[in-house]
């Protein structure tokens, strides 16, 4: 396994080409401009060369409790924070592999933010989302108007964010923000799993649907579909595709062993 570390951020990858990001901020893992600048610079480092799959996760009690109030100020403060959780959320959502969030008690502000720009997320029982913005007066700024409304919808998002209440586990599951809860024994051990499934995946049709889905959900249908041929055609380039279909021909479904290329 491979290791780095700093003050607020940890990064390490498993002999299985799992990357794991771990914020470790202090008690609350606060978003702030620290953690903000090393989460953009990891991600573009992950662009440039990819791991096979990413986890971000926190600590066992908290995922991360939001933005560092004490950054707050003005305007101006506003801008600058804003762009920064704009520009490390963006890199991380862009990372070419699946990225799964495993969020453990809070998630927070922006650590429901961060969340929601990865691909997945799976949840320990503990965990806890919300939007707490508007009880400070304010709105979320690091991308929460616009991904929570397009993971659960308008009516479920208007109303996470107009009241500031947080959802457990179970009812984030129910709306469609979590994709798995798992108990706290055995949480990173799924979590791991899932990761491990899918660094064992055709790398390149992944990254190929995945930029095809990021992209299409803002356009029309139309060029939807075109997008998606044009993934489509290229995924038939990749040493994958040959070695998927050989094997569906000859074994049926699921006995492909991928090469990632």
Same mark, same amino acid.
Do not use: W
């Given at each position: ?44 480092? +992950? ?20 933005? $560092? ?101 179970? $009812?984030?599951?129910? +709306? ?6 798992? $108990? ?8 791991? $799993? ?26 029309? #249908? #139309? ?8 993934? +489509? ?14 094997? +569906? ?13």
């Amino acid at each position: 396994m491979v290791e780095s570390s700093d003050e607020v951020v940890a990064v390490s990858i498993s002999d299985a080409g799992v990357a794991t990001i771990r914020l470790q901020n202090g008690k609350v893992n606060a978003l702030s401009r620290a953690v903000l600048r090393r989460l953009r610079e990891i991600a573009l480092d +992950f662009h440039a060369s990819p791991p096979k799959s990413v986890v971000i996760t926190g600590s066992d009690r908290i995922f991360a409790a939001g933005a $560092e109030i004490s950054e707050f100020g003005g305007p101006d403060e506003a801008a600058e924070i804003g762009l920064l959780f704009t520009e490390a959320l963006c890199a991380v959502a862009a990372i070419p592999r699946v990225v799964i969030a495993a969020v453990s008690g809070p998630a927070l502000g922006g650590g429901c933010e961060l969340a929601l720009a990865c691909d997945l997320r799976i949840a320990s029982t503990s965990a806890k989302f919300g939007q707490p913005e508007i009880l400070l007066g304010i709105i979320p700024g690091g991308g929460g108007t616009q991904r929570l409304v397009r993971t659960i919808g308008v009516g479920r998002a208007k109303e996470m964010i107009f009241s500031g209440r947080q959802v457990r586990a179970d $009812e984030a599951l129910q +709306f469609g923000l979590v994709n798995e809860v798992v $108990e706290p024994e055995h949480f990173m051990v799924r979590v791991n $799993e899932v990761a491990e499934m899918y660094a064992k995946g055709p790398l390149q049709a992944q990254a190929l649907a995945k930029a095809a889905m990021d992209d299409g959900i803002d356009m029309s #249908l #139309l060029d939807g579909l075109q997008r998606e041929q044009r993934a +489509f055609i290229d995924v038939f380039g990749t040493d994958d595709a040959g070695i998927g279909v050989a094997s +569906f021909l000859e074994s049926g479904p699921g006995a492909a062993s991928f090469t990632g290329r």
